[in-house]
């Protein structure tokens, strides 16, 4: 018999499904992190004890598994080569969350994915084919994603400051939660994407002149990657991720928002019923 | 005797000149880096080694030093507290190595200093007093250095990679050369500023059109700087670091650009005897 194992993994835990050919859930489980690229030995580790719970009170071995794992830090290759050889599975296919999730919220149907959380990644999916875009992360990318609003907002701050742009009370507020200059600056070299994430909210929500700003300079930014992918279609879009409603209220009236179908699990498990 | 220190400290080394009250040279010393804010302890040593040196062949004591050091880093207060304790001069003041290089550069004379290499950092001279402004930093600041414009570069290759902006043969080149996204992606994630510095010369002497944009964007920002400091003054410009030159080019119609008088070691040995 073959069973389908669908597996989606983030940063910061697991999950597991296990399905009959016919799509029904035999099983679910759940672990710790699943970031192929930051740690492919924990990867692999959380990956099994999710599987093996969403086996348990089965007598379905690993090796007859066919699997399609969503994981983060998929799109490093190296990483995903050395992930392939440790698993036990009959037949195994890796691709990034961004793609399990974008297939959970589509289904079959054409249709854009707009990831926008700690970081941001797209999605495109014409006649069952899925290209990601986007999702090049913190440093390089990730347009107008939590983490990239909340540097954005600090980096304002300190241009207030040096007298280089307007002072805002929302500025004023930051500047004083930190300790000023020098409290940012100490925050900035050491903080992780979603420590500068935490300050998204205080932005899209805002009617401070800075926050609005930038919050209206990001949706220009995602506006025209959802042009340049539309390439000239209508394709409905889909909004992931803390920030996805309040992108779909400012872009609400240029394309037809839909609610996502299912989940990245959602996604993995019909991923693997396709292998077959 | 009152003998008077100058240290000019980066984070590749620093140097050391001891003085007496007319300002004659007695010594120079050098040793290894002195960023205050990423290894007291490391600075401390250095700043010794260097100071050593400077008075070999004299009999002054270390306790008889009136002393102004420059050094990265040092706009961290917690770290430079901790080294002011640990110095065993008669006089210490310590200042960021930017304030000690525009005092080196424009003398006692009002002025404007643009330094711009690795990071960036400015500082306006207005009768006797320097005030800094930027360098904040490669995450929220260093507006228009090495290093930003080398992660802009690099950014923009992703984009264009995506289809989001236009392919230039640069962006192509860049590409190539780092092994595809995958590359720009891995590099991004774990280069320092001064390895995203090391594109900028290509950027500044280029004329492809996304190399152009982008520094004509870095130009404008710069500019727009420059135009906050003057505050309505028409004060010389000075431009320090590996890009000056290029953006002297740019911006030399709008105000008078200046060569720099002296270097950092010379603004701090100048700095120690007004501490007198």
Partial sequence: MVVFLGIDGGGTGCRAAVAD????????????PANVNTDVTGTFANIMTATRQALSG??????????????AGANISAAVDHLHQMLPFARTRIVTDAVTAARGALGGADGIVAAMGT????????????????????????????AVLGR????????????????TP???????????????????FRAR?????????????????AARRIFEDAVKEVRGIVETLQAGDRLPLVFLGGLG???????????EIRAPLGSGLDGAVRLALEEA
């Fill in 21 to 32: 050919s016919a799509g029904t859930i035999l099983g679910l489980g759940a672990a710790g």
């Fill in 58 to 71: 089965h007598t379905i071995a690993e090796t007859d598994l066919v699997a399609v794992l969503g994981l």
């Fill in 119 to 146: 970081g941001s990644v797209f999605a495109v999916q014409r006649a069952g084919v899925m290209r990601q875009f986007g999702g090049r992360g913190f440093v390089l990318g990730d347009q107008g994603s939590g």
């Fill in 152 to 167: 954005t907002l600090l980096a304002e701050a300190l241009r207030a400051d040096d007298g280089f742009a307007p002072m």
């Fill in 170 to 188: 929302l500025l004023a507020e930051v500047l004083g939660e930190f300790g000023g200059i020098e409290g940012i600056i100490t925050f900035g």
């Fill in 193 to 209: 994407p979603a420590e500068f994430a935490a300050l998204a909210p205080r932005i899209v929500q805002s009617d401070d002149p």
């Fill in 245 to 255: 409603p309040s992108y779909s209220r400012h872009l609400g009236e240029l394309w």
